[in-house]
């Protein structure tokens, strides 16, 4: 007895919205088909959209495909939920593929809604999604964005409109340094997912503009990524990362690229997945990603490279990837055309990288003053949220070199940082403390057991 397919409501209005046959789609849905050298489907036809209208699974790549057609159609980002088909972020296999925007759209959603933010945690951080596109995927990408984004009709948009969008996104960037990760990310999503998706789908003045505003989404896709890392949610994290690293690649951004890749290697680097680490750290120095970029920002993926391979054994090549950065952050210059994305980055950001490079290495007394000189060169009321961590790293090398007292009195400043911050790193910084103090605590040390008690108060109120 065959099973009853269910009509698909969703996928029906969608169509008449669009104001379509079922023809006149399968034949957007072949030019997008060809755009994307889908072999897989080559020949469908009105009879296919029939089907699925009727119920039936479109299969392989056809839902990407039919929400590309969809959204150029109706000139906004059509999600594979919206026309009732799997959603593309509750996969536990990230899809580079997808379409960027609908991608974008749709995880903006996940995130936001309780329920389905909770099936992404689910899926957890990919490893085997770690392998990244050959160069062939990327320039693709770079042409096909280059051809088709410029949609005709609808709003202009012009260099005022990406002034805005780059005024904004420094606003929330400067959040998340001082607040941390776990602070107002809601709002940069619904920001990223609505005023600046639509951005993305509109007409422009310019290809210049266009490149813009892939460009500035990108790093806003990143700095959510990021916040989600800092918080330690790390399967959203990779996801917007995902995201981002797609839209630096329609904007034919190499530098920002390299910007994104050295965050997935740093995120690699914090859940042990070494060789993973070193592989993308690797590709973030490839060719036009380092060579494009700034002095400063060259740097900052640099030192990211030696933290990788540190924790990969490899001493030696850490060693030089070290000196690299640090001739690299002195070559910066007032005159550079920088970036907004690296304004954090500078004396105290590279000390930190570097202490825990050698930290790694198992240089402890080396760490211990690259931490120091951190602190110390940090401008702790910009920078609030690394000041915190950074003090929360220096303990913990203290405590490891036996140092107890004064790894009290650092963390006990750590404390005092960490109020109004919201961070998972933060957090895990407290946790290895009570981890570090544990052995000390039956030894009868006031300072120890007073600083105990007050970062077991501290987890109790932000663990809630």
Same mark, same amino acid.
């Given at each position: ?56 699974? =479109?299969?392989?790549?056809? =839902? ?27 996969? =536990? #296999? ?55 984004? &410029? ?16 005024? /904004? ?61 800092? &918080? ?19 904007? &034919? ?25 070193? $592989? ?14 700034? =002095?400063?920002?060259?740097?900052? #993926? ?45 004396? @105290? ?36 949220? /690394? ?26 400043? @750590? ?12 957090? $895990? ?15 009868? #040390? ?19």
């Amino acid at each position: 007895m065959s099973k009853t397919r269910q009509r698909n409501e969703k996928l029906a209005a969608a169509i008449a919205e669009a104001g379509w046959s079922h023809a006149q789609l399968a034949l957007a849905f072949g030019r997008v088909a060809a755009e994307r050298r889908s072999e897989d489907q080559a020949g469908v036809g009105r009879s296919h959209v029939s089907h699925w209208v009727a119920g039936s699974r =479109p299969s392989g790549s056809a =839902p990407g495909i039919l929400v590309e057609a969809l959204s150029r159609r109706l000139g906004r980002t059509v999600t594979a939920d919206e026309i009732g088909l799997t959603t593309v972020s509750s996969s =536990p #296999i990230l899809d580079w593929n997808a379409d960027t925007l609908t991608a974008l759209v749709d995880l903006g959603r996940s995130t936001l809604d309780v329920e389905r933010r909770s099936v992404l945690r689910a899926a957890g951080y990919s490893v085997a999604a770690l392998t990244l596109p050959d160069q062939a995927w990327w320039d693709q990408l770079s042409e096909r964005s280059a051809r088709h984004r &410029n949609l005709r009709g609808g709003r202009l948009v012009g260099a005022g409109d990406l002034d805005a969008v780059r005024e /904004t996104v420094q606003l929330f960037t400067r959040i998340d340094q001082r607040r941390g990760g776990g602070h107002a990310r809601a709002a940069v999503v619904q920001y990223l997912t609505s005023d600046v998706a639509g951005y993305l789908r509109a007409s422009y003045a310019d290809d210049g503009v266009r490149q813009g505003m892939f460009s500035t989404a990108g790093e806003l896709a990143y700095l959510v990524g990021w916040m989600a890392f800092d &918080n330690s949610e790390h399967a959203i994290a990779q996801r917007y990362f995902a995201v981002a690293v797609k839209l630096a690649a329609e904007a &034919n951004d190499a530098p920002l690229a390299a910007h994104i890749l050295r965050a997935m290697a740093h995120q690699a680097v914090d859940l042990g997945h070494h060789r993973h680490a070193v $592989q993308i750290a690797e590709a973030s120095l490839d060719g036009r990603r380092y060579q494009d970029a700034t =002095p400063r920002e060259r740097s900052l #993926i640099g030192v990211v490279h030696a933290r990788a391979l540190a924790v990969d054994g490899q001493r030696a090549a850490a060693s030089r990837a070290l000196l690299r950065a640090e001739t690299d952050l002195a070559s910066a210059t007032a005159g550079d055309d920088e970036p907004g994305r690296v304004f954090f980055f500078g004396e @105290a950001s590279l000390a930190h990288e570097t202490a825990c490079t050698l930290r790694d290495m198992g240089d402890l007394a080396s760490a211990t003053k690259e931490f120091q000189h951190s602190v110390r060169t940090r401008k702790a009321a910009t920078f609030t949220r /690394t000041h915190a961590v950074t003090l929360g790293y220096l303990g913990a090398v203290q405590a490891r070199s036996g140092n107890i007292e004064e790894a009290c009195g650092t963390w006990s400043e @750590a404390l005092d940082t960490m109020d109004g911050i919201h961070s998972g790193r933060a957090r $895990q910084a407290v946790r290895d403390m009570r981890s570090g103090l544990s052995i000390y605590r039956a030894k009868g #040390i006031r300072s120890v057991a007073e600083l105990d008690s007050r970062a077991a108060r501290y987890l109790a109120a932000v663990d809630r």
